[in-house]
């Protein structure tokens, strides 16, 4: 499956902004889907995830409550709904994608760069 993200940008402190993914390649339901960060100078966290049938969600504990993942399967793309957005949310935001075989995500989005000034 090959995954394109986008919807990164500049945006200001307390601002909102949405990343989408659309996926191509396979059959898109199969998948579950996430979401991983990488700050400057840091190690990649995870973010948030979504189950095939967008029934489950996952948050990072920094993220609960400040973004929400969804899914839309017609579509074959997820977003991430970031809201109250912080300075250290700044980051590259890559998404991700699992099959129902493997233990951990194997396909992987070329990343969109949040910037979050204060």
């Known amino acids: 499956v090959q995954l394109q993200a986008s919807g990164g940008g500049l945006v200001q402190a307390g601002g909102s902004l949405r990343l989408s993914c659309t996926a191509s390649g396979h059959t898109f339901e199969s998948y579950t889907m996430a979401w991983f960060r990488q700050a400057p100078g840091k190690e990649r966290e995870f973010a948030a995830s979504i189950s095939r049938d967008g029934g489950t969600t996952y948050y990072a504990s920094s993220m609960k409550g400040r973004f929400t993942l969804s899914r839309d399967n017609a579509k074959n793309t997820v977003y991430l709904q970031m809201y109250s957005l912080k300075p250290e949310d700044t980051a590259v935001y890559y998404c991700?994608?699992?099959?129902?075989?493997?233990?951990?995500?194997?396909?992987w989005g070329q990343g969109t760069l949040v910037t979050v000034s204060s």
């Open positions: 991700a994608a699992r099959n129902r075989y493997a233990s951990e995500y194997d396909y």
